[in-house]
């Protein structure tokens, strides 16, 4: 059951999308925004079913002005019908805009690693390679044989 409770810092907040055929109602806005006014979780959810249906009316008023022929006539379980059907519409929006970001991830990180990947052969080798500091392990440094002090 979708609760429309989202929390931003401390605060609680009601957040539920709105359709896209139904963002011109509202200025454009894609999704309804408000605070509850509260820290404490219970008393986040003991408001939210008013905001639930406030906004559930709102919507409702903005499709009856899109479409007020078809309203005179929908039966109860075709507005249900319709309810679910918007509820669907809008999970789908929020899966492509996630699938969406997570892509960009993806994208951003391969780019990351293909830019990496130079200094990270260098280092690999660096730290494959022989020890060869001439004072630290000992060896000669030059041609001549021995390190001079």
């Not at 519409?89 to 690693?113: M, P």
Request: some cysteine.
């Amino acid at each position: 059951m979708c609760t429309y409770l989202a929390k931003r810092g401390s605060v609680y907040y009601f957040r539920r999308v709105i359709p896209a055929e139904l963002r011109f109602a509202f200025g454009g806005k894609r999704e309804f925004m408000e605070s509850l006014g509260t820290k404490d979780r219970a008393e986040a959810k003991r408001l939210i079913p008013a905001r639930t249906s406030a906004s559930e009316r709102d919507l409702e008023k903005a499709q009856a002005r899109l479409v007020p022929s078809q309203n005179a006539t929908v039966s109860p379980s075709l507005a249900i019908s319709e309810r679910a059907a918007r509820r669907e519409r809008e999970h789908l929006e929020w899966l492509e805009e996630n699938t969406a970001f997570q892509e960009q991830i993806d994208d951003e990180r391969e780019e990351l690693a293909e830019a990496l990947e130079p200094a990270s052969s260098a280092m690999k080798a660096r730290l494959e390679a022989p020890l060869t500091h001439p004072r630290l392990y000992g060896q000669a440094a030059g041609a001549g044989g021995s390190v001079g002090r």
